[in-house]
């Protein structure tokens, strides 16, 4: 069992940046690939990075690529989203989660086990 939560949300300019960190408890962290996924008002739930176990494979979602960058340090069970240039088209929820497996690339909500309550990102022009 894994426990998430997320933190490092705010409000910032358009062109500025944050850094959204996740921390988890339980079992051992190193075992789970993991990614951030965020959701807006009545909007669906949509992948923005993953990374591996080891965090040798990172996969970005095109609207962020070259912008966020996703890493992880296992000795400390965190995991972060650099994000840089932020959009008012990046304000939402942003959420971690955690899965078993082996290390391939997955993107669907439903793939992923553990979940974070989120926290919030709003981008103003």
């Known amino acids: 069992q894994v426990q998430l939560v997320e933190s490092g949300g705010g409000l910032v300019q358009a062109g500025g940046s944050l850094r959204l960190s996740c921390a988890a408890s339980g079992n051992t962290f190193s075992s789970y690939n993991r990614a951030w996924f965020r959701q807006a008002p009545g909007k669906e739930r949509y992948f923005v990075a993953f990374?591996?176990?080891?965090?040798?494979?990172?996969y970005y979602a095109d609207a962020v690529k070259g912008r966020f960058t996703i890493s992880r340090d296992n000795s400390k069970n965190t995991m972060s989203l650099q994000m840089d240039s932020l959009k008012p088209e990046d304000t939402a929820v942003y959420h971690c989660?955690?899965?078993?497996?082996?290390?391939?690339?997955?993107?669907?909500?439903?793939?992923?086990?553990?979940w974070g309550p989120g926290t919030q990102v709003t981008v103003s022009s």
């Open positions: 989660s955690a899965r078993g497996g082996t290390s391939f690339v997955t993107t669907t909500t439903s793939s992923f086990d553990y």
């Open positions: 990374i591996s176990r080891a965090g040798t494979i990172t």
